[in-house]
């Protein structure tokens, strides 16, 4: 039937159209006849119309035509009877007529569909392959619209498909006929994103066979855009790059970057970044931090812009508010007490503190925090710093932090002044910071304010008895004599100042006082300078930084605010910082560490750059001469530098005329691999104090045979190298290191407190060992376990590369990306030399 068809098609092709002559060749078969009869019946509906209407005069011309020619012997009847049949028959003929017709037509329209579908679909191959360039070429505009304009899209498919379509529409408006069946069938397969996927590679398919087989014109072009289309395909499996690169993010990218940090930057999910770092062969987890090269190339990866921020753009994010006039409230004012030695600053802070703190208060416990606050008679609040002398206060200003309003200078009245007193003045006034003249000790017989005031008169202190601005008051620490006096006039001179600060802002702050207290952790006391300093703040201090734990005021009290002027203690640091060191709140632990990060850097290459003596060569050069005396080398790594000096001065002192201890390097933080390489030339041991070596070192040195010996007391440091110095190294009891966890995740269990979900990395995790937390290769924390899970059970040992629950006994402080060190305790020989 279809081939049939297929001739006929070709055979009427033109027929209908151009004339009538090829029907006639036709008609042996059924239906070339029904195309002869509607050829007829073009003409004989009318006439059969005629007839068929019934009208008199045309029944009567018949009849009186058919009576003519009647044949002989017939009767009217018969002839009546004939004449119906006749008229019967041609009735029929014409119904027979009519229905061919129908048919006829029918068919023809049949014809032509199939006329118009094999048009069509040779238009649509054509049509597909149009599309599918244009489609390529409307992707790559869309790629470039999408970066130039960067703003979110709104649905990823919407914007695709009318471009898409337009271009296809084009040329296929030249047969407007067709048009519409092509677009139907288009819009049928565009119905669901699948069916527009298989129009895409039915299109893809066609062309190729065609090209294959047909070799037309656009043979080339097919297959440039099957390309194309395997390409997107290609980069869609990839990464979903096609969705992503509608938002396009300027990426600020500082040198080194924590993952989900950079995720977070990105605006994807921590999920894909490490997935794609992986692909990357970059092993990490979310919490670790990458070099700012891999990290550009996870960002252009994504789709994204890099902005390299220069190192110290980190420290912006520490908001610099010019507070308005508006905020500012009045403050107390913060005081330090400058003098010559020995004219009783010290006495005098005392004084002031027990007259106002102790009596004042009564039971108070006055606690040395490195400055304190006082009320005066009158009711002024006073914060005194408790660091008395010049050192602490141009230390302190040399870090940037101006802590002082006003300078009491002591000047003894048996004494007057001297070259400390002339210093304290330069100093004052350099810092254009107001005196007030504390003419002490006037308790003594000998003593002569007088003196002490024409004195000043040299110096440019001129006080009020000399009818100058400088107030003067004579006191005695010793008595408390005019330690009231003293205390209002510092109040009147405050008010003068109109000392304001805005308490309702991130904190800023500057470090009076730090240090690493055993029980507690790293402590620092802040004085607030402006805003309010709160209980988990996160804050970044000189190169540490930490998340407010505690508050503990001058009267070791909890607080959970501190105001400008309070001085506080805090806890809850990751580092000791150093007095002077400015202390700012941030918004997030990310931006905290990362300042804190590249302060660390900053000071390491500054501190690098200084002791240029401590290149690797010039140390091995060292050690080198001087073969005479025997020695021991050594190195040195410690968590902070008050540390590794205190164990290099003791080394120093080990020693006799045969044998001294050579101190090849010291440094702080982790043991790393130039030091293992240092210590194998020189066949020196490494020692580290509170620090472990990096993974790396770790390697090397048990390739090189480096030992790497860890203390966590310094004395026990020292009585070792005493020992190996003197040959006397006997056995002793040692830890061993079973095993490595990472710390993945903290979860917070009621009833046991903060679990660590850990994966081992290294050897067993077991319960009943020793821990350390490492946090950056310092030891933060040492201890037990109070609990090994694996899974929901308790567990003794955990094997390296599974996951596992611990918990520490009372230390709470774990963090993801800490690692926990699992160390047993063994009798074994010594053998430092
Ligand atoms: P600083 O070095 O300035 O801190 O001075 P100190 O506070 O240590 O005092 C030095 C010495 O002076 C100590 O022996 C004090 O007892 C003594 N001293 C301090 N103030 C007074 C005072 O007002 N009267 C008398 N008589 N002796 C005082």
């Known amino acids: 039937m279809s081939d049939n068809d297929e001739k006929k098609t070709l055979g009427v092709r033109g027929g209908p159209r151009s004339g009538n002559v090829k029907q006639s060749f036709s008609h042996g078969r059924t239906k070339n006849v029904v195309v002869e009869t509607k050829r007829k019946r073009v003409v004989k509906p009318k006439t059969g119309g005629a007839a068929a209407s019934g009208s008199e005069s045309a029944r009567s011309q018949a009849f009186s035509g058919d009576s003519a020619k009647r044949p002989a012997g017939i009767s009217d009847a018969e002839l009546e009877r004939r004449m119906k049949a006749l008229q019967a028959a041609k009735g029929r003929e014409a119904e027979e007529a009519a229905r061919r017709d129908a048919e006829e037509k029918q068919r023809e329209e049949e014809r032509q569909r199939r006329r118009e579908e094999a048009e069509a679909k040779e238009r649509e191959q054509r049509e597909a392959e149009e599309r599918a360039r244009a489609k390529a070429e409307e992707e790559e505009r869309k790629r470039q619209d999408a970066e130039k304009a960067a703003t979110p899209a709104a649905a990823p498919a919407a914007p695709a498909a009318p471009p898409a379509d337009d271009a296809a529409r084009a040329p296929a408006k030249q047969p407007p006929r067709k048009q519409d069946k092509v677009e139907k069938d288009r819009d049928q397969s565009r119905g669901r994103g699948k069916g527009r996927d298989d129009g895409g590679r039915r299109a893809g398919k066609l062309t190729l066979n065609q090209a294959l087989a047909g070799g037309e014109g656009g043979r080339q072009k097919s297959l440039a855009a099957m390309k194309r289309k395997q390409e997107r395909a290609r980069q869609k499996a990839m990464g979903g790059a096609q969705e992503r690169e509608k938002v396009v993010r300027d990426v600020q990218l500082p040198e080194t970057i924590v993952v989900s940090e950079l995720a977070n930057r990105m605006a994807e999910r921590v999920g894909d970044v490490v997935k794609a770092l992986m692909n990357n062969g970059m ?24 902005v390299r921020v220069s190192d110290s753009d980190v420290e912006d994010v520490i908001a610099q508010i010019d507070d308005s006039p508006d905020a500012l409230k009045p403050r107390p004012p913060v005081i330090t007490v400058m003098g010559h030695v020995d004219h009783g600053k010290t006495s005098l802070l005392d004084a002031i503190r027990d007259a106002k703190v102790v009596s004042g208060e009564a039971g108070g416990i006055t606690q040395h925090i490195g400055a304190y606050q006082v009320t005066t008679s009158s ?37 007057a002044v001297m070259p400390q007193t002339i210093e304290a003045i330069n100093h004052a006034k350099a810092a254009q910071v107001p005196i007030i003249v504390a003419i002490n000790k006037c308790d003594k017989p000998e003593a002569n304010p007088d003196k002490v005031r024409t004195d000043l008169l040299q110096h440019e202190v001129i ?176 968590d902070v530098q008050g540390s590794a000096e205190a164990i290099v001065q003791a080394m120093e002192k080990i020693g006799n ?63 070792d190298v005493k020992a190996a110095a003197s040959g006397l190294l006997g056995a002793e009891v040692r830890e061993n290191f079973i095993g490595y966890a990472e710390i993945k995740e903290v979860f917070k269990v009621s009833g046991v407190g903060k679990v660590a979900g850990c994966l081992v990395t290294e050897g067993i995790a077991r319960r009943s060992a020793g821990v350390r937390l490492l946090r950056d290769d310092v030891v933060i924390h040492e201890g037990t376990l109070k609990t ?46």
Request: hydrophobic share 40%; charged share 25%; aromatic share 4%.
């Open 283 to 306: 092993m990490v987890t979310q919490n670790q931090t990458i070099d700012a090269d891999t990290a550009e190339l996870i960002i252009e990866e994504f789709g994204h812009r890099v």
């Open 379 to 415: 009711g002024t609040l006073l914060t005194f710093l408790d660091t008395p002398g010049h050192a602490a206060f141009t230390s302190m200003r040399a870090r940037g932090a101006q802590v002082t309003d006003i300078v009491v200078l002591v000047v003894a009245a048996d004494d």
């Open 463 to 638: 006080v009020e008895a000399m009818s100058g601005d400088v107030q003067d008051v004579e006191v005695s620490a010793q008595t408390g004599q005019g330690l009231d006096e003293l205390l209002e006039a510092i109040a009147l001179q405050s008010e003068m100042l109109e000392i304001q600060a805005n308490p309702n802002r991130a904190a800023e702050g500057a470090v009076i006082e730090a240090q690493l207290d055993v029980g507690r952790g790293p402590v620092a006391t802040v004085l607030v300078q402006k805003g309010t300093l709160k209980q988990g703040d996160i804050f970044v201090v000189g190169e540490q930084w930490g998340k407010v734990r505690a508050l503990i005021n001058d009267r070791g009290e909890r607080v959970k605010t501190a105001g400008p002027s309070v001085p506080v203690e805090v806890l809850g640091l990751n580092g000791t910082p150093e007095a002077g060191d400015v202390l700012n709140v941030v918004e997030t632990e990310a931006q905290a560490r990362e300042i804190a990060e590249y302060r660390q850097q900053a000071a390491k290459e500054k501190r690098a750059a200084a002791g240029a003596g401590t290149s690797l060569e010039q140390l091995l050069a060292k050690a080198k001469e001087d073969e005479n005396v025997s020695e021991l080398p050594i190195l040195v790594k410690a």
């Open 657 to 719: 005329e045969e044998v001294r201890v050579r101190v090849l390097h010291s440094g702080v933080g982790a043991i790393t691999e130039s030091d293992v390489g240092l210590a194998e030339a020189s066949g020196a041991p490494v020692l580290g104090f509170n620090v472990r070596a990096n993974a790396p070192a770790r390697n090397s040195a048990n390739q090189k045979g480096v030992e790497i010996r860890y203390y966590s007391v310094i004395y026990d440091l020292v009585d």
């Open 788 to 833: 090994l899970k694996r899974f929901k059970d308790e567990v003794s040992e955990v094997q390296s590369g599974q996951e596992c629950g611990m918990a520490f006994e009372n230390y709470e402080d774990v963090r993801p990306g800490d690692v926990i060190e699992i160390f047993e305790r063994e009798e074994i020989e010594r053998k430092l030399d």
